[in-house]
């Protein structure tokens, strides 16, 4: 992408929802804007990184109950899950990137994948907190979609400009060479165990500000759709591998095409069959 292509591309999303006023395209936007968060997330971990996770519905979901449970439990607005969504997602992800960050490669990913399993029942059983199976419900703060959509692509630019910011960083280098060859970078005195940690802890971070806000956005969750592997981690994983693994605007282009290719076979072919 030339250096003028980014600035065009956000002029486009700027002047989107005042030019194409349809509701349902606005929604479809406003979720690819937040798989693009989502998918900034797994590409600092797993592209850059080169540590596969299966994890980010576990941190998704964790951002959505901060949300949920401050609105439900603690009367607050739930747009301040927006500003502690990201940072519960990176208490449930250090502890497990401690212990599990022992690991490689496919045991690594099964560990993140069991991660996901542990935090859906945790929510499913601790009904007095999470209510259960009946889930959180909370009142849209807007009726207009527009809002959201503003605050999606805040969150989206936002997510693009952090990682580039990270990868041109001392991080970054560090990040790329635990890719790499990771007995190379400690042998280079580099602390692979650390650099993990902190990759790992940004990609919770925006993730769990991608779940906060499809809370405020769609009211309603429960552990099936928070925690859902096929549904968040999975996609998340398409959305990185289809963009481009390892490039800063792969995420960008990975989740216009994943939420357009899913629409296109919830929809019927967008009801040619129906």
């Known amino acids: 992408m030339n250096k003028y292509g980014p600035i065009v591309l956000l002029l486009i999303l700027i002047l989107f929802p005042l030019v194409i006023q349809n509701s349902y395209y606005q929604h479809l936007m406003i979720l690819v804007l937040m798989w693009v968060v989502i998918g900034s997330g797994w590409n600092v971990i797993a592209g850059y990184t080169g540590q596969v996770s299966f994890g980010d519905a576990a941190f998704f979901g964790t951002g959505a109950y901060t949300a949920g449970i401050l609105s439900t439990k603690l009367g607050l607005s739930a747009w301040w899950g927006m500003a502690f969504g990201g940072f519960m997602a990176m208490a449930i992800a250090f502890p497990f990137g401690w212990i599990c960050f022992r690991l490689r490669g496919a045991y690594f990913a099964l560990a993140s994948l069991a991660l996901n399993e542990v935090m859906r029942h945790i929510a499913t059983i601790w009904e007095s907190l999470t209510d259960g199976m009946v889930g959180i419900m909370i009142m849209p703060s807007f009726i207009s979609k527009i809002p959201y959509y503003y605050i999606a692509l805040a969150l989206a630019v936002l997510s693009v400009i952090t990682v580039q910011i990270v990868m041109k960083s001392k991080w970054g280098y560090y990040f790329l060479s635990i890719r790499e060859d990771q007995d190379a ?37 429960d552990p099936e759709v928070v925690f859902s592997l096929h549904d968040i981690s999975i996609m998340a994983i398409l959305v990185g591998i289809v963009g481009g693994v390892g490039t800063l605007y792969g995420p960008v282009v990975g989740a216009f095409v994943m939420v357009a290719v899913h629409e296109f076979f919830r929809t019927g072919f967008f009801g040619f069959f129906k």
């Not at 993990?196 to 500000?209: D, P, Q």
Request: aromatic letters at 14%; charged letters at 10%; hydrophobic letters at 55%.
């Open 185 to 221: 970078a400690e042998s280079l005195g580099i602390d692979t165990h650390h650099y993990k940690m902190l990759s790992l802890n940004i990609a919770a971070f925006l993730t769990g500000m991608a779940g906060a806000l499809f809370m405020n956005y769609m009211g309603f969750i």
